[in-house]
Structure formats: C-alpha cells, structure tokens
C-alpha cells in the first residue's frame, strides 16, 4: 500500500472513531431529553386546563417608560409576544393581532421541561451534547471526504451519515435563531441515532472511489441537494406527525372529552396545534424548491451520463412521486376542505415517499441508479 | 366571466380576512374558489359550465395531482419496455400475470393512454385555471389597492394611537413611509367613513411567481412533447478497430420518432481506436471500475477529416449537434474456426455481452459457412462463457473484471443455424432447435464446456474442424441520439423554481392607515394590516410603520388603560373574540415561508 493510501486509511479510521463517538454523545442527549420529558411531568402546569377561550396569554403591558425608549408591542392571543424597542419618547402604540382562524386560542406548551427547573436543566445539558455531537458528526464527515478525496456522498452510508449530520444542523441553526424548536430533540436524537445505528451497522462501506458514472460535478451538486432537502423534509414530518397528535388532544379537550393522563400530559408540553402546522408547513416549503432544482439537476446530470434528461428510471421516478406529492401538500392547504389533518397526512405521505425512494428503490429496485453500494 | 360571477369569487376569497372587511380583504390572491357545492344551471350549457369549473377548481386540481404520484408507481416497479429484456424476463416468469399487465398497458406506463388521461386533465385544468387568474392579477395589477375597511380593529393586526398632529399630516407621512417601504399606496380624502387614509399593498411578485410556476410547467409539458417528437435514439457496438457510420444499416438498434426518422440521419462517423479501463486492484472495492474511455477518430460530413477525439462516460461527444454517448463495454474474444475441410470458416472478434460487474460474459460465436467432411454445408456454432480473469476448475465465472487471465469456455454445435429462415436472429444467443450439441472432450467429468487459455484451441471429434483462441479485443457501446427540446425544458425548469421561491417565499400583504379628527380634538391614528395570512411578521411590520410615524405622530398618553383606546369602534374588543374549536375544523392560514 502507497502512503497515500496509507494516510487516507487513517482519515477514513478517525472519521469511523468520530461517528462512532458522536452517536456515544447523541445517546447522552437522547437521555437528558428523556430526563427532561420526565421530570417535566412533575411540573404544575401537567394537564393544561380546560378552559379555552380564557386561555389568552396577554401579554402585560410592559415598562414602555424606560427612559428613552418606546417599545411597540406585538400582542399575539396565546402566541409569543415580540417587542420592537427603539430609542424613542416614553410612549407606546400596541399592536393587537387577533387569534387566527386556525389556532384554537390554546397557547404553545411549555416545552418537554414544563415548568420544571430540574427538567429544564437536563434539557439544556441535552441540547449542549446535541451540539457536541454534532461537532463529532461533522468531524466525521469531514474526515470522511478527506479520506476519500471527494465529497462525501458516494454511497449509501455517506448519504446516510450526511442526513443526520445536515438535520441536527439545521434544528441548531432554528434554536440559534431563536425559534421555539427544542420540543423536537428527543425525537431528532433519537432518529439520529437510529439513522447512524443503521449507517454504520448495515450500510457500511469503506468505499473509497466511484464508477465513471458518477464523476461528475452535477452529482455533486444534485446529491447535496436532495441530502438537504430530505432532512429538512424530515424535520417538517415530524413536525407533522406530532401536530397530528397535537391536533386531537386539542380536539379532545375542547370537547371536554376524557384523555389518558400520561398522553394528556406529554401533548400538554408540545407547541399548540397551530405552531406545528406552521412549523411544518414553513420547512416544507422551505425546501420544495430546493427538492424541485435536485430533480432538474438530476435531469441535467443524466443528459451528460446518460443521454437523456428525463427516462423514467425507478430514482427518477419516485423523485417525481415525491415532488408531485409534496405539489399536492401544497395545493391541499390552498384548498377549503383539505386544510389540517388531511394536508398533514399528504405531507407524510409525501415524505414516505421521499424515504422509499432514499432507502427502498436502493435496495428493492434495480435501475441505473443502483450503484449506490447496498 | 360576467360581473356577477366575478364579485362572487372576489368575496369567496378573502384569505383571512374576516367577512365582514369585503372588498379590502377580496382579490389577495387569485385562487379561484371552490364551487364544488354549487348546482348546476340546468341545460347542456349549465351542465357544461359547471364541469369546467369543476374541473378548473383546485379541489379537482388537486385530486388529480394525486392520482398522477400514483398513477407513477407501477411503471418503476414493473419493467418497461424501454428494457425490452426485463419484460421478457419478467414474462416468462409470471405468464399469468402478463397477458393482463399487458393489457393495461403496465408495461409502458409513461406512454400508456390511462396516464396521458390524467396529465391531459391535469394540464386541461391549469389551463383553465391560470388563464382566469392571470386576467384577474392583470385587473389587480391595475387597479389600486382597495380603500380601508370601516373598522381596522378587526384586522388581523392593527394598532391604533392618539396625537397632537393634524391628520394630513399624518397620512401624508405615513404614504410616504410606507412608499418607502416599497408598497403600492393609495392616498385617498375622506370617504363614506370618517377622515382619510392610506392603503397600500405588497407582495404582488407571490402572484406573479405563482403564475411563472404554473407557466413554466406547461413549458415543461411542451418541451416533452417536443422532445419525444423529436428524438431518436440508436445503439451501436463497436469492438476495438471497428467504425461506424450514421446510417441506419449501421444501428444494432434505432429507435426513430414522429419527426426524425433514418432519412433525417446526418453523415458523420467514427471509429474505435482503443478503449481505456481501469479497475481497483485492491481493497474492499476490488474490480470497481475506475476510468472508461473511448479513444475514438471521427468525422462530420459525408467527406470530412478524420479528428481525435475521446468518449467518456459522463462526456459525450458532440459530432454535428448529435450525441455520442458511451453507454457500456466488454470484451471480444478472437478466434479462428477451421472446419472440416481445414478452410478458415470465420475469423475475427466476437463480442459477448457482461453478464455481471465482473464481466462474465456470454456470447455465441456462430460460423455459418462451414463444410463437412464430404464438402456439404454443416454450420457449426459454439456457444458458452467469456471470462476476463477466470479459473478453469471454478466454473465460468469472473473474478476481476481486468483481463488478468482470460478464459473462454464453450460448447459446440453443428447442424442448422436456422440464419436461412429470414427470421432475423440474436447473434448473442443460438438456437439450438436444428442444432445437435458436438461431445468434446473435457477434463472434468460430466462438464461439456471447454476452457480455454488465449493461444489454445478446440479440436473437434472426428475431423469436424477446430477452434483457436486467439486473443481478445475490447469492445465499447455507443448510444448516438438526436434530441431537441433539451433547452426549452432548462428553461421551464430553471423559470419553475424562479417563480417557485416567489410564490412560497414572498408574502402578499396590505396595510392601512386612517387618521380623523377624534371628538376631544385630537386625531385618531389607526393602521391595521391583512395578509394572504396572517402571521406575527404583519404585525412587526405594523410596528415598525407605528415606531417610524412617530416623529411625525407622535403617541398621546392613553387615558384609559383599554386596549383599543379610542377606536370609535364601539368596544369589539378583539381579543376576546372567542372561538370555540368547532370552527377551527377548517385552517384558513397560509403564510409563506420565512423560516
Ligand atoms: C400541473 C400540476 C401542478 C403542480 C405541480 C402545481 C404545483 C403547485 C405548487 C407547488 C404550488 C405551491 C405554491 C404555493 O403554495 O403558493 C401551487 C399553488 C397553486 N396552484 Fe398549482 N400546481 C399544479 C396544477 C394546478 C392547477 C391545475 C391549478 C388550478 C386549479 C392550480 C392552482 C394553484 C393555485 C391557485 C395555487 C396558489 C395557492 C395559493 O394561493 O397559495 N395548480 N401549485
């Protein structure tokens, strides 16, 4: 073996050893987030009351006097109030929003923690580990490419360990702007764990080159695209997934209907229905036209391999399934009658399709995109 | 669309509007409405029309979208006949199956009249939609945004202060910032309500992106067509030394279309020099393929000079405006059979075709010219397993897909070919109905095939003749395609995601502000602001016009410590609106995304 060879050897074992250790740290924050959720459902405010339209939070009317400022006031019924300061005379026009048609007035839970301080704590040990994790996790990649001299998404183990590493760095990019996401990192660690579980158990491969067909620029920039586009499709699935339950809990107890406590009492801690929704919606849309350029670069690709832009090839195919899909998710929250659950079940719908064509036309269907090392 | 219809569909669309604003909260958009629930007018006229607008409603729109993700499906889970092998294939297996999969066209979806049907409607539908809408966002375009509501209170977001300032004063300033804000303004006098006021709106480029999206897929739709109308396709190999030039008798296969046929086949050619591979020799990826290249001469023109040229895989050559791809490759084993009579009766490469990633091939190597022992024709053929690195006591399969050691193992035949019958025949495979199989003599009991090292040969029993194996040569395929439309679709494509980011990312708002002279002398300023949703950025936005009319309204301290202050609004305190969670059933929100 060449030095060379011997050196990307290295690179490619420490970037094992940091996966590896990554995943050790993502378990850490797996449990803190459990510890959270736990001691959150010691708090006060466990079973949100029944009481509906009383639930307005208003704001109160904050210290407009501070000398030299003005603030003015967003008062959102049951949301999150924003305050716009500016150095400015003493006094203070409010702005009122009124409760939007879609949100039932029920305000945003506290979050996993409740109002526990000690469940606050472990949730943000939890989220101090998913950062370090994450560190480990691009490290590993890193090391990866550098190993094998190329970016890192030639097979599926790459793409597989890139996902994760590109979905926990978008849910830190939300909780560093401030969004109220942090109700999503026990169910974030805990795909990232089963997603790099299964990269490195039953995906690994220590691929180190590609086939001809695959060099080429346009992958490059097609791979990384679909790569951000599903994990951002996957934050707004779960997003979705969890406003579905949210949603009947709301149901439920606007009808004074009984719930299982122990249920009652983890939905009482999500966001309200209505910030899922959004929350959702706002990826999904977010990245729909990042999903729409990766099939055109796709197609750009396959001109120049192929000879062709467009040959209904399975990949091709199920990238096409999954954007109509998602156009349809689109549509249905334009569309009276299709708005909330049944767009929210198109919008997991689509993304099981993003995931059939990810893992199942990898692994079931054989076409020209088999190559992908399974 | 008669005016009646038109105001009915402007109020039906009010976004989040409250009913009660009317006008100011019509035409945010240009969704048409759905009217599903209407009655047709009775007659063929009624009936028709009511089935246009059912079929242009997004409701139907919708539907179909789903059925054309479904209708996709089993075209990538069956095979499809542009891999005619795999439908044999899957025929053979599944005889019972097919004949019906046969008939409902499963084996070529794409092209099936069933999925035409749902993209037709589906295209017939956003015709019927986007028309309409464009006329309509044209009207919007023209005309100034709708004057303010009676009451900003009930606007989703408002704010509302008292000042010293003269009520001019304060509308003037506040047009001219919310110009600076890039609105379209309307600065209007005193109307039905009290005092004057500014309307102003935002965001139209949401419409107009909507609309670029929704175009640019009928430039899609259309570049297909004109692709598929457009293209041919062929399929040559050629083994190292060869040529090919562009004519039809040259194809292995060709493919024509509607418009572009053999006649439209323009003179160029080229010839296979030498054909490049590399391989891993080493590690966990032994034999994965690592440099293909064609080492290709070719020429344009019916006399046009011999140019060096190189083909790879993801570079295809463009000879004239076609494209050359190279689409695989594999090897050709040279051999000289003598037949019985101790003539030459063939000679030269035969290719076979990779059966695996390490390139066991297969192939048939067919001599129709042979003579038997007393000079009467008696076609031989010889038919089995081509390995580039292979051992001989473990069967005919490759290891490396390298020429390392090659080895040929085969049967032979002698009899009838069946060539004669004019049936056109696959040189890969042998028909062995007329053929009786030659017992050679094998090292390995039980085993008819010989394996041959390059240099060996077969000495058939009998005096029947011999095979020498003389070396191998590479061979490389050539996909050549003329294809049009490519650039058209690059656009629409490239149009789709431009008008797409304007469509989800770009919000479609509108604010007002009214000021009027209040009954203690002092002026009322109100603004209030409506989206195509509403979310906290409208309100922000309220916000920061109240903060920047400061200077020129500036706030009077509230007397009362109400909400409201003095909105002449009769006390809707909006906050307390209450709403019970029955109608919420239906979410009216779609604010674009600003993540
Ligand atoms: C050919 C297939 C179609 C695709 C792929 C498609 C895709 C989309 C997408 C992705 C959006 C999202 C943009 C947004 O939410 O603002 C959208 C919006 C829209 N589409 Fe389509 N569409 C198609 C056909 C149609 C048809 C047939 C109609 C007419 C009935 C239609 C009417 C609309 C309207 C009115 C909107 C705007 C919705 C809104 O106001 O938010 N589309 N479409």
């Known amino acids: 073996m060449n030095i060379a060879a011997a050196v990307n050897e290295n690179f490619a074992n420490y970037s094992n050893y940091l996966i590896r250790s990554a995943m050790f740290v993502y378990a850490l924050a797996f449990l803190a987030h459990l510890a959270e959720w736990v001691f959150g459902s010691r708090s006060k405010v466990a079973v949100q009351s029944a009481a509906l339209a009383a639930e307005t939070r208003e704001a109160q009317e904050q210290d407009g006097g501070k000398a030299g400022t003005v603030a003015v006031k967003v008062v959102q019924r049951g949301g999150a109030t924003t305050t716009l300061e500016r150095p400015r005379p003493r006094i203070v026009p409010k702005v009122v929003t009124r409760a939007s048609a879609s949100d039932r007035g029920i305000a945003d839970g506290p979050g996993a923690a409740g109002e526990d301080e000690k469940g606050d704590l472990y949730g943000r040990v939890a989220i101090a580990f998913t950062v370090l994790a994450w560190l480990l996790h691009f490290g590993g990649v890193l090391f990866r490419a550098i190993s094998v001299q190329r970016p890192p998404w030639g097979n599926m183990y790459e793409f597989s360990t890139t996902f994760g590493m590109v979905a926990v760095g978008a849910y830190l990019v939300l909780l560093l702007m401030k969004k109220n996401v942090r109700w999503i990192g026990l169910f974030l660690t805990t795909s990232v764990l089963l997603d790099l579980g299964l990269a490195t158990s039953v995906l690994y491969t220590s691929s180190d080159q590609l086939v001809p067909a695959l060099h080429s620029y346009w992958l490059w920039i097609h791979v990384s695209c679909a790569i951000i586009s599903g994990a951002i499709f996957y934050l707004a699935a779960v997003g979705t997934m969890l406003y579905l339950f949210r949603d009947r809990y709301e149901t439920a107890l606007a009808a004074n209907r009984e719930q299982n406590r122990r249920w009652a009492d983890i939905m009482s801690r999500l966001p309200a229905a209505a910030s899922l929704d959004k929350f959702a919606y706002r990826m999904n849309a977010l990245v729909f036209p990042l999903w729409t350029f990766t099939i055109i670069a796709g197609a750009i690709w396959a001109q120049a391999a192929w000879g062709r832009y467009w040959g209904w090839d399975p990949k091709e195919t199920w990238a096409f399934i999954t954007w109509v899909a998602y156009a349809c998710y689109l549509h249905a929250r334009a569309t009276a009658g299709w708005k909330g659950r049944k767009a929210a079940y198109l919008a997991l719908i689509a993304f099981a399709c993003f995931l059939f064509n990810y893992y199942g036309v990898n692994i079931f269907v054989t076409g020209k995109h088999s190559y992908a090392g399974v | ?595």
């Open chain 2, 1 to 595: 669309m008669s005016i009646t219809e038109k105001s009915e569909r402007d109020a039906g669309r009010s976004g989040d509007a409250p009913e009660e604003l009317g006008a100011a909260g019509a035409q945010l958009s240009t969704q048409p409405v759905d009217s599903l629930n209407s009655v047709p007018a009775l007659g063929v006229v009624g009936w028709l029309r009511w089935m246009w607008r059912q079929l242009t409603s997004m409701r139907v729109a919708l539907v179909l979208l789903f059925l054309l993700s479904l209708a996709a499906i089993p075209g990538s889970l069956i095979p499809q006949h542009s891999d005619a092998l795999k439908v044999d294939t899957f025929k053979k297996h599944h005889p019972g199956i097919s004949p019906l999969y046969e008939r409902l066209g499963l084996f070529h979806v794409y092209s099936s009249p069933w999925f035409a049907a749902i993209y037709i409607l589906l295209f017939v539908s956003l015709a019927g939609c986007i028309v309409p809408r464009t006329w309509q966002f044209v009207g919007q375009l023209r005309a100034r945004p709708p004057a303010a509501p009676r009451h900003l209170t009930r606007l989703p977001a408002y704010s509302t202060w008292r000042t010293d300032a003269d009520p001019d004063q304060v509308l003037k300033a506040a047009h001219k910032a919310l110009r600076g804000r890039r609105f379209r303004t309307s600065l209007s006098a005193a109307g039905d309500v009290p005092g004057g006021s500014v309307a102003a709106e935002k965001g139209y480029l949401r419409e107009a992106g909507n609309l670029l999206f929704h175009v640019a897929l009928f430039g899609l739709l259309i570049s297909f067509a004109v692709t598929s109308l457009n293209k041919a396709e062929g399929g040559k190999l050629i083994v190292e030394g060869d040529g090919f030039a562009n004519n039809l008798t040259q194809y292995d296969d060709f493919s024509p279309s509607t418009l572009y046929g053999a006649d439209d086949l323009k003179p160029f050619g080229f010839t296979l020099d030498s054909f490049d591979s590399k391989y891993e020799t080493s590690g966990p990826d032994i034999g994965s393929p690592r440099v293909f290249k064609a080492n290709i001469h070719y020429w344009n023109g019916a006399d046009g000079k011999p140019v060096k040229g190189v083909i790879d895989t993801n570079h295809p050559l463009s000879i004239g405006g076609e494209k050359v791809y190279l689409i695989g490759h594999g090897y050709a084993p040279v051999v000289t059979v003598k037949d019985a009579q101790g003539n030459v009766a063939f000679q030269g490469p035969v290719p076979f075709l990779p059966q695996d990633s390490n390139i066991t091939s297969t192939g048939t190597i067919k001599v129709p010219d042979a003579l038997d022992k007393k000079g009467k024709p008696d076609q031989l053929a010889f038919t089995g397993y081509f390995t580039p690195t292979g051992d001989a006591s473990a069967g005919p399969r490759s290891f490396f897909p390298g020429l390392d050691a090659p080895l040929l193992f085969l049967n032979a035949y002698h009899g009838d070919l069946g060539i004669d019958s004019g049936i056109s025949q696959n040189v890969y495979q042998l028909d062995t109905k007329h053929m009786k199989q030659i017992k050679l003599e094998t090292s390995t009991p039980g085993i008819n095939a010989v394996a041959l090292k390059p240099g060996e040969a077969i000495t058939l029993p009998n005096g029947a003749g011999s095979l020498t194996f003389t070396g191998v040569k590479t061979w490389a395929s050539f996909q050549i395609s003329h294809q049009s439309g490519n650039e058209t679709a690059l656009i629409s494509g490239a149009a789709a995601i431009l008008g797409l980011m304007g469509s989800l990312f770009i919000q479609r708002r509108r604010i007002w502000v009214r000021a009027s002279r209040g009954a203690d002398g002092t002026t009322v300023v109100e603004t209030g602001g409506l989206g195509r949703s509403e979310s906290v950025r409208i309100a922000d936005e309220i916000g920061a016009l109240a903060l920047q009319l400061q200077p020129d309204a500036p706030a009077l301290p509230d007397d009362e410590n109400d909400e409201n202050g003095e909105n002449g609004d009769g006390g809707a305190e909006v906050e307390s609106t209450s709403r019970t969670a029955s109608d919420t059933a239906t979410r009216t929100d779609d604010e674009g995304a600003r993540a």
